[in-house]
């Protein structure tokens, strides 16, 4: 198909802002021009309180394309969650989403649109890592260190889905929305690409190309990258690759090491160790519980209890079965005359189960459900093994891969 014959789509250009007030004339100026003789939008997705959407409106007035924006009055799920936004409030079903601060050159929109046009692709990637591109705009070596590493870590976890981009981390793509479910996404943090790469399509895999970018500096503002960004990330990929189950576990895991510790430490100052392990127990089941809440159940908090009640199941629950391990684990320590270290990992373990089945199914069961079945009079339809098994293939094995 010849370059002349090649229909460019109608395009709507997403650009999340977090107190960006100082891009937004040039930032428009730059697109308006990348994009003359096209049809675009610009939809702004604003997070800021530096009075950036003031700033859009005065230059949307004289814009020689339409300019929109929205103002989140609550940051949920970060940028990503503002890129969701941005899908979703699209007037076009292709959209190309870029960072508000110019480290994406406007420029390179009309050569994602046109490998677009040309078909075989659902996602246009503009890629710093294949020929042509380039990275200088990360700043120092350690930034771009860390930049390789995280690529090379999320590659190895989805091989397959993956495979064929060297740049799943970008900010900086276009995406047919008819290929997505919007609804299944759960972003957390700066990668919502990865997100939509490794969740799918709406029927199968999304078919992936690249262009390649020349990363810039930024010019005006401050990088939200940091160390709570970089663990978001890291737990973020963590629940893509295993699910809810996994970061259960991890905070499971984290807070068996905290309960061992804290019994080991009572213990070698000579307090009894079943008094060791009730306070470590205590200990550790509040922690676990602002972790969870953070982590796990995050997206589900709109729908459930509230956090007082939420809080009391938990702790209850938590509660009771410490009281009911805790003697168990004595038993195996008087009977089996093992350490009492080792007897309190392996009924932490043992419990781990029906811990995370109480959680999903009870402390964060949806709210209106509950209230529905109330209101209705009638008896709930599924059986507890019903639910059980529900809970499991979606809170446990989703999305992963097969």
Known sequence: MSAASVVTPPVTVIVPTFNERANIAEL??????????RTAEILFVDDSSD?????????????????????RDHNTGGLGGAVAEGLAQA???VCVVMDGDLQHPPELLTAMIDRFAQGGADVVAASRYIGGGDSAGLGTTLRFGVSRAATWLTKAMFPRRLWRSTDPMTGYFLIDRSRIELGDLRPQGFKILLEILVRGG???????????MTFGERRHGDSKAGLRQGATFALHLTRLRFGKMSLFALIGAIGAIANIGIMWALTHVGMDYVLAAIIGAAATII???????RFVFGDVRGDASRLWVRFAASVSF??????????????????????SVIATAISLLVAFFARFLFHALVVYAPRRH???????GEPPVDTAAQRIIRAIDAEAMRPGEL
């Open 51 to 71: 009075g950036t959407m003031d700033e859009i409106a005065r230059v949307a007035a004289s814009a020689p394309l339409t300019v929109r924006a929205v103002h």
């Open 318 to 339: 938590n509660g009771v079965e410490a009281a009911l391990r805790i003697p168990v684990m004595a038993l195996m320590v008087e009977t089996w005359h093992i350490s």
């Open 28 to 37: 428009v100026a730059r697109i308006a021009a990348a994009l003359r003789g």
């Open 91 to 93: 007037v076009n079903d």
């Open 287 to 293: 922690g676990n519980f602002i972790l969870q809440e």
């Open 370 to 376: 509950r209230e529905e079945e109330q209101t209705v």
């Open 202 to 212: 709406a029927s199968d895999e999304l078919r992936i190309a690249e262009v390649p």
